[in-house]
C-alpha cells in the first residue's frame, strides 16, 4: 500500500512541475507574441486597411436562443463595429421567448424571399429576415436544433468568404474586426481561422452597445472566473498561436474561412464542445490535404461576454465543456503525438490531453493520497505542508505572470481594483479551484446526469454593470441535443 | 529532496511577493503616466489653439516642450485638422521649435526599437521637404514599420524621386508591407501613375517579376483612378498570372473609358471566377446600360460569387432592374435565385410576387410589397 502511494506521489510531483514549466514557457511565448502584436498594433498602419481594398468581408454568425433580454443590445454593439464590409446574420433557434419579434420590431426585419441553397444540412428554416436599417443584418428563424445547428443555418445564409462564429450575449469592441481580419490581409493564402480574446463583461457599464469603463466584476465567483479568462487568454493562447498550435478558437469570436467550414461539414450537432471540435477538424482537413495552413489568436480582438454569476451555472458550464473536452479528446485520439498533424498534434493536443483532460484526474489524486499518506503514516507533515506551499505560490505566480502580460490592455489600473486582482491571485486556490476540480471528475464519471447544456441566467449585456433588478427573471435555454 | 524544498518555497514566496510589488507599481505608474498625459494633452491643446489664433510663436516656450510626444501628437491631430493660413503657420511652429531636429538623431539604431518607432511615426506627420533624404534614407533601414512609415512620410512631401524607390522596396518585403508601402503611393496622386507605369512595365518585362508588387500597384492605380494607367491595365488583365488580371479588373472599373470597357466585357469569359467575379463588379462603377445582356448571361455562372456579383451590378446599373425583373422567370434556377435575391435586398419585388419561404406567416408577406422607387422630382 505504502508503495503504491510513494508511486502516486511521485507522478503527481511530477505532473505538477510539467504543469508549471509548461505554464512557464506559454506565459514567455506569450509575452513574445504579445509584443510583437503591440508593435504591429502601434507601428504597422493597421488602420490603413480599413481604406483598402484588401479586406475582406465578413458575415458574423449570431445563434439566439431565448436571448430576449440581451440579443438587442448585443446586436447593436456588433453593427457598430468599424469594418469596411460585413453582415450580422442572427439565427433564432426556435426561441420559446420574444427573441424573433424583439429582433423583427428593433431592428425593422422585413420577412424576404431569400433563397439560399444549404451547404451543410440543419433542421428546417421557417423564414428569413432582413433589415430596413443601413447595417445589413439578416436574421433567420428555424426550429430548435442547437447551437451548433444554429450556427450551421447561419453559414447558410452568409455571403461573405469569412464567418465570425459569436454568441447573443456578448458585446463586440468597435476595432475588434480589424484587429483580428489583419492576420488574413497579411497571408491571405495561408489564414484559415483567427480568434478573439474573450473578456467577462460582468461588472462594466454599457452604454449603446458600448463598453465605457471595464472593471473587476463586484462578485467574487465572477472575478475569479475573469482571472481563468486572463491566463488562458492573455497568458497561454498567444503562445499557442505563435507555433500554429491553437486548439480552438473560442466559441465567443471565431473567424473562419467559410469555405473551410463548409469543407469539413460545418460544426458538429449535439457536441458540447463543437468549437473545440470545429477548430481541430479544419486541422486535420488541412493537414490531410497538405496545404499551408494557420489558426491565430488576435490577443486585441476583444470579446466581452457574461459570465455565470452563480455556482449552479457554472458548475453545468464546467462540466459540460469538460465533456466536450472528454469527446473531442477521443474524437481526435489519432492526432496526439502524431508527427504527420504537425504541431497541433506534437504540442497542442498532447497539451490539451495532459494538463486539460487529465488535470482534475491528478489533482484529485493529490488530493486523496495525502490523508492515505497520513492515516498510514507515509508522510512527513512538514514536507506535506512545504509541497502545499510550493503548490500554492506556483499557482500564484503563474496567474500574477498572466496579469503581468494583461498589463498590455491597461484595464483595472484604480488601486482598489488592482489590490483586489492581487488578492484574486491568492483566494482563487482557497475553494474554487478544488470545486472545479470536482465538477470536471463529476463530468468524467457523473454518467447521464451531466449531459445537459444547462441553464444560463441571462440579464442581459446593459444591465450586468448594474446589480440584478429584483426580481431578475429567470430565462431557461436548456440547449437540447439533436 | 527535503534539504531542498525550504529553499524552493523561500525562492518561490519571494518571486511571488517580489511580482505581485512589481504588478501593483506598474498599474499605479500606469495610472500616474496616463493622469499626466491627459492634464499635458489639455494642456497643449489650449496652447497650440492659442497660437495658431494669435499668430505668435513664444520664443520662451519649455525646452520640454519639443521632445514632448504629447505636444507632437497635438501639433500632428492641428496639422490634419487645419488647412491653408493656419496649415502653414503649424509647419512653421514646427520648425521654430527644431521639433524634425530633435526627432531626427533619436530614429539612430543605437535607440531602442519602441522610442525610434514612436519617432519616425512623428517625424513622417510632421517634416517638410527637407527631411526628404533624411526619409530616402530610412527606405534602407532594417526595420520593416521605418520603411513602411519613412514611404508615407515622403509621400506626404511629395518627393516623387522617391516613387521607384518605394516599389523597388515593395518586391522585397512581406505582402503587408508591401500593401501598406504601394498605399503611401495613393496620396501621391496621378503625378506618381507615370512613374508607377513605366516601373510596372519594366517589372513585368524581367525574367522574375514580383507577383505581389505588381498586383498591389495595379491596385493603386486603380485607387488613383488616372486614364494613363488604362493601357497596362488592359495588358495586365490579358496576363497569365491570376492575381494580377483579378488586381487590374478591379482597377479598370475606377478608370473608366470605353476601351476599360470592352476589356472587362472580354474578362467576362475569363477561366477565371475571381476575374470575372471583379470583372462583373468593375462594371458596375461604369454605370453603362449597354453592358447589361452581358451582365446578364453571367446570372447563370458555375460559381456563386459571380451570379452575386452580377445580380449587384445589375442592381446599380441604369436599367439594371429590369433585367433581374426580366431573370425572375428565367427556367435556370440559380439565375432566377439571384435575381430574387438582389430584388429582395433592394426592396423591388414586384407586389404578387410570394416569397418562396414565406409559408407560415402570411401576415408577415404585406410588409415585404416594395417601396415606391424613389424618382427625381422635376425642377
Redesign the interface.
Known sequence: MRTAINVISIAVLIYFVATQLHMLALAILSARALYKQR?FE????VQ?MLG???SPPVSIVVPAYNESVGIVESIRSMAMVTYPKFEIVVVNDGSKDDTLDKMIEHFKM??????F?PSIKTAE????Y?T?VPVSITLVDKANGGRADALNAGINVA?YPYVMLTDADVLIDGDALVNSM?YV????TRTVGVGGNVRPLNGCTVRHGHIVDAKVPTGWLERLQMLEYIRSFVGARPGWSSINSLVFLSGAFGIYLRQAVVDVGGLTSGHMGEDMDLSMRIHRHYRRLKKPYRMVYAPSAVVWTEVPSTRTVLRRQRIRWHRGLMRAIWDFRSSLFNPRHGPIGMFGWPAMFFFEFLAPIIEFLGYLVVPVSFLFGGI?PY?AL??L??AF??G??TS??A??LD?RF?Y????LE??T??SL?FVENMGLRQQTVWWRIRAIFGGNSTKQWGDMERRGVANLGAKPAQPVTPIKPVQPET | MSGTLPWVTVVLAASTVIAALSLLSIKMAHRIILNSRGVRTAHYVAAVAEMIGRRYIPTDTPKGWRTDPVFHDILIDYRRLVEGEDGRFIDRMVEEFGIVDALIPRIRRIFPQTSRLQAVSTLVELADHSAAPFLRSLLDDRNDYVQTHAAHGLARIHDLTAVPLILDLSTRVRPWEAARLTDSLIAFGTDAVPLINEWVADEMASPRPSMEAVTQSARVLGFIGDISAEPLLIRLLSSPNLEWRVAAASALGRVGTDEARTALLTALADNAWEVRARAVRALATLADETVGPAVVALLSDTEWWVRQNAAETLGEIPGGVAHLLEALDSPDKFAADSALNQLAEMRKLPPGRLPVLVRERPHEVAIIIPEPVETRPSS
Open positions: 508593435m502601434r507601428f504597422g498602419r490603413d483598402s481594398d484588401l422585413l420577412a424576404v424571399p431569400m433563397p441553397r428554416v421557417r423564414q428569413v432582413h430596413k455571403r489583419r490581409a497579411e497571408d491571405r512527513n514536507l512545504l509541497l506551499m510550493i505560490l506556483a500564484a505566480f500574477l505572470l496579469l503581468f498589463e491597461g483595472f489600473n484604480k488601486p488592482a489590490l486582482l492581487l491571485v
